[in-house]
């Protein structure tokens, strides 16, 4: 019985082995089709970045840099979210000196508007917008005097030319032109005002100078005296180029 049951195997082995290495030949071919599709769908399905994506990505970032200046307490350059307005930005430099332009930052200056990267933001100061008004002013008043004074040079070479009268000399000349030199002599000095002096004067005067606004004033009075010129401009704390300008008309 034991014999033919090992008879029986062996010809099942015989018969069926063929089939065997067949089937396992087809498993393998199955198995690595199947592998090399799968690398293929894998490899089709990945996606490149294009510099054009990257810029997109590069847009997306939520913080900008702006350079903050002027009369601003703490001057410099911020990063700041690019939702930041104007106003907090402000706010984060430690707000505006008291030298700040209030009249430029109602007019002209939009608290509510979003900032950009690379945005620069200066706000005047007072005695910028000040100067700026008085070189206009001086400007236009220069322009008028200018053509005043053609105007009048036409006339006058008009009336020379149309009057042929000799003038007639009397005894009277001499008291004409004592009086021509006394009205000279007032309107010369007359012209020429009194100096002001920055270790006396008031508020209300040293304001009247040309460049001081309320604020200088003030310094100067609360920095004073003052010894000389040298001396006004390293204590008074007001810019020494203001004070140039105001050489020949201050005293000590």
Same mark, same amino acid.
């Given at each position: 019985?034991?014999i033919?049951w090992?008879?029986?195997?062996?010809?099942?082995?015989?018969?069926?082995?063929?089939?065997f290495?067949?089937?396992?030949?087809?498993?393998? *071919?199955?198995?690595?089709?199947?592998? $090399?599709?799968?690398?293929?769908?894998?490899?089709?399905?990945?996606?490149?970045?294009?510099?054009?994506c990257?810029?997109?990505? !590069?847009? $997306?970032?939520? *913080?900008?840099?702006?350079?903050?200046?002027?009369?601003? *307490?703490?001057?410099?350059?911020?990063?700041?979210?690019?939702s930041?307005r104007?106003?907090?930005?402000?706010?984060?430099? !430690?707000?505006?000196?008291?030298?700040?332009?209030?009249?430029?930052?109602?007019r002209?200056?939009?608290?509510?508007?979003?900032?950009?990267d $690379?945005?620069?933001?200066?706000?005047?100061?007072?005695?910028?917008?000040?100067?700026d008004?008085? !070189?206009d *002013?001086?400007?236009?008043?220069?322009?008028?005097?200018?053509?005043s004074?053609?105007?009048n040079?036409?006339?006058?070479?008009?009336?020379?030319?149309?009057?042929?009268?000799? @003038?007639?000399?009397?005894g009277?000349?001499?008291?004409?032109?004592?009086?021509?030199?006394?009205?000279?002599?007032?309107?010369?000095?007359?012209?020429? @005002?009194e100096?002001?002096?920055?270790?006396?004067?008031?508020?209300?005067?040293?304001?009247?100078?040309? !460049?001081?606004? @309320?604020?200088?004033?003030?310094k100067?009075?609360?920095?004073r005296?003052y010894?000389?010129?040298?001396?006004?401009?390293?204590?008074?704390?007001?810019?020494?180029s203001?004070?140039?300008?105001?050489?020949?008309?201050?005293?000590?």
């Amino acid at each position: 019985m034991e014999i033919e049951w090992n008879v029986l195997i062996r010809e099942i082995i015989n018969k069926y082995i063929l089939y065997f290495f067949i089937g396992v030949f087809l498993c393998g *071919v199955l198995v690595g089709f199947l592998s $090399s599709n799968l690398k293929r769908n894998l490899k089709g399905n990945t996606t490149e970045l294009s510099p054009g994506c990257l810029e997109d990505i !590069g847009s $997306s970032v939520s *913080v900008v840099t702006v350079d903050l200046s002027g009369a601003v *307490v703490s001057p410099g350059l911020y990063t700041v979210d690019k939702s930041t307005r104007v106003g907090e930005l402000l706010a984060l430099g !430690g707000g505006l000196t008291d030298e700040a332009s209030g009249l430029w930052i109602s007019r002209k200056l939009n608290l509510s508007a979003k900032i950009n990267d $690379s945005q620069k933001i200066y706000i005047p100061f007072e005695w910028e917008i000040y100067e700026d008004s008085v !070189g206009d *002013v001086q400007s236009l008043f220069s322009q008028l005097t200018d053509f005043s004074g053609s105007n009048n040079d036409d006339n006058s070479t008009e009336d020379n030319v149309g009057d042929d009268s000799s @003038p007639v000399n009397n005894g009277d000349s001499d008291d004409d032109t004592n009086t021509d030199t006394d009205t000279n002599s007032n309107s010369s000095s007359s012209s020429n @005002p009194e100096k002001i002096n920055v270790n006396a004067a008031s508020l209300t005067q040293l304001d009247s100078l040309s !460049g001081i606004g @309320p604020s200088y004033a003030q310094k100067i009075i609360d920095n004073r005296t003052y010894a000389d010129f040298d001396d006004l401009c390293n204590k008074s704390k007001v810019p020494k180029s203001t004070l140039e300008k105001l050489k020949n008309d201050i005293s000590f």
